[in-house]
Protein backbone atom coordinates (compact mmCIF):
# COMPACT_ATOMS: atom_id res chain seq x y z
CA UNK A 1 0.00 0.00 0.00
CA UNK A 2 2.79 2.30 0.89
CA UNK A 3 4.60 3.83 -2.50
CA UNK A 4 6.71 5.68 -0.94
CA UNK A 5 7.93 7.99 2.74
CA UNK A 6 9.64 11.49 2.70
CA UNK A 7 12.19 12.82 5.05
CA UNK A 8 12.68 16.18 4.84
CA UNK A 9 16.50 17.49 4.43
CA UNK A 10 18.84 20.42 5.09
CA UNK A 11 21.73 19.09 3.04
CA UNK A 12 20.21 17.25 -0.05
CA UNK A 13 24.20 16.21 -1.16
CA UNK A 14 24.79 14.83 1.93
CA UNK A 15 21.92 12.82 2.40
CA UNK A 16 22.74 11.43 -0.71
CA UNK A 17 25.70 10.12 0.37
CA UNK A 18 24.64 8.87 3.53
CA UNK A 19 21.55 7.50 2.24
CA UNK A 20 23.65 5.54 -1.17
CA UNK A 21 25.94 4.19 1.70
CA UNK A 22 23.44 2.98 4.18
CA UNK A 23 20.64 1.84 1.76
CA UNK A 24 23.24 -0.14 -0.46
CA UNK A 25 23.55 -2.58 2.16
CA UNK A 26 19.40 -3.57 1.47
CA UNK A 27 20.88 -3.17 -1.63
CA UNK A 28 18.24 -0.32 -2.95
CA UNK A 29 20.06 2.04 -5.05
CA UNK A 30 18.40 5.61 -7.01
CA UNK A 31 15.22 4.93 -8.36
CA UNK A 32 14.24 8.87 -9.15
CA UNK A 33 16.19 11.96 -8.84
CA UNK A 34 15.58 15.57 -9.24
CA UNK A 35 17.47 18.84 -7.78
CA UNK A 36 15.29 19.26 -5.02
CA UNK A 37 14.51 15.10 -3.96
CA UNK A 38 16.38 11.69 -4.18
CA UNK A 39 14.30 8.75 -4.01
CA UNK A 40 16.01 5.00 -3.15
CA UNK A 41 14.08 1.65 -3.52
CA UNK A 42 14.85 -1.29 -5.99
CA UNK A 43 12.33 -0.32 -8.22
CA UNK A 44 10.01 2.01 -9.30
CA UNK A 45 6.64 -0.45 -8.34
CA UNK A 46 8.22 -0.81 -4.62
CA UNK A 47 8.09 1.50 -1.65
CA UNK A 48 10.63 3.90 -2.13
CA UNK A 49 12.59 6.11 0.49
CA UNK A 50 12.42 9.89 -0.39
CA UNK A 51 14.89 12.57 0.78
CA UNK A 52 13.40 16.26 -0.13
CA UNK A 53 14.39 19.38 0.35
CA UNK A 54 11.14 21.07 1.52
CA UNK A 55 8.37 22.28 -1.13
CA UNK A 56 7.50 25.28 0.41
CA UNK A 57 11.37 26.32 0.71
CA UNK A 58 11.28 26.77 4.62
CA UNK A 59 14.07 24.47 6.99
CA UNK A 60 13.15 20.63 7.36
CA UNK A 61 12.41 19.52 10.57
CA UNK A 62 12.07 15.98 12.39
CA UNK A 63 8.38 15.16 12.76
CA UNK A 64 7.52 14.91 16.30
CA UNK A 65 6.58 10.97 16.69
CA UNK A 66 7.50 10.05 13.11
CA UNK A 67 9.58 6.74 12.50
CA UNK A 68 10.60 5.40 9.21
CA UNK A 69 10.25 1.44 9.83
CA UNK A 70 12.40 -0.61 6.66
CA UNK A 71 11.77 -4.03 6.51
CA UNK A 72 14.74 -6.53 5.85
CA UNK A 73 14.87 -10.17 5.13
CA UNK A 74 16.70 -11.60 7.85
CA UNK A 75 18.22 -11.01 11.35
CA UNK A 76 21.46 -10.72 9.78
CA UNK A 77 20.15 -7.89 7.87
CA UNK A 78 18.60 -5.90 10.82
CA UNK A 79 22.19 -6.16 12.55
CA UNK A 80 24.17 -5.25 9.27
CA UNK A 81 21.87 -2.28 8.34
CA UNK A 82 21.96 -0.75 12.42
CA UNK A 83 26.07 -1.22 12.44
CA UNK A 84 26.63 0.39 9.19
CA UNK A 85 23.71 3.17 10.38
CA UNK A 86 26.14 3.77 13.73
CA UNK A 87 29.31 3.53 11.79
CA UNK A 88 27.90 6.15 9.46
CA UNK A 89 27.43 8.41 13.02
CA UNK A 90 24.28 8.02 13.62
CA UNK A 91 22.37 7.46 17.18
CA UNK A 92 21.65 4.45 18.65
CA UNK A 93 18.02 4.61 19.66
CA UNK A 94 17.14 1.25 20.20
CA UNK A 95 20.11 -1.74 20.46
CA UNK A 96 19.03 -4.31 17.95
CA UNK A 97 17.12 -7.26 19.41
CA UNK A 98 13.93 -9.26 19.62
CA UNK A 99 10.57 -6.98 20.73
CA UNK A 100 8.60 -9.93 20.97
CA UNK A 101 8.95 -13.71 19.82
CA UNK A 102 8.87 -12.55 15.99
CA UNK A 103 9.68 -8.72 15.71
CA UNK A 104 13.48 -7.96 15.74
CA UNK A 105 14.60 -4.42 15.37
CA UNK A 106 16.99 -1.46 16.02
CA UNK A 107 16.33 1.79 15.75
CA UNK A 108 18.27 4.55 15.24
CA UNK A 109 18.40 8.60 14.25
CA UNK A 110 20.38 9.70 11.21
CA UNK A 111 22.24 12.48 10.63
CA UNK A 112 19.21 15.42 10.32
CA UNK A 113 17.31 13.56 13.43
CA UNK A 114 15.44 11.55 11.53
CA UNK A 115 14.16 8.20 13.52
CA UNK A 116 14.09 4.92 11.70
CA UNK A 117 13.86 1.82 12.60
CA UNK A 118 14.89 -1.88 10.88
CA UNK A 119 13.13 -4.61 11.41
CA UNK A 120 12.62 -8.38 10.59
CA UNK A 121 9.26 -10.02 11.46
CA UNK A 122 9.29 -14.25 11.29
Known sequence: MI?????????????KRFYDELLA?????RIWETERFVAWG?????????????????RATVGNGTMVALAVSSR?????????????????EGAVGN??????????REREGHKIAVFYAG
Request: aromatic share 8%.
Open 3 to 15: GYVCLGTNDLEAA
Open 25 to 29: VLGAK
Open 42 to 58: HSETTPMLLIIKPIDGG
Open 76 to 92: AQVDALHSKALALGCTD
Open 99 to 108: RTDNFYAGYF
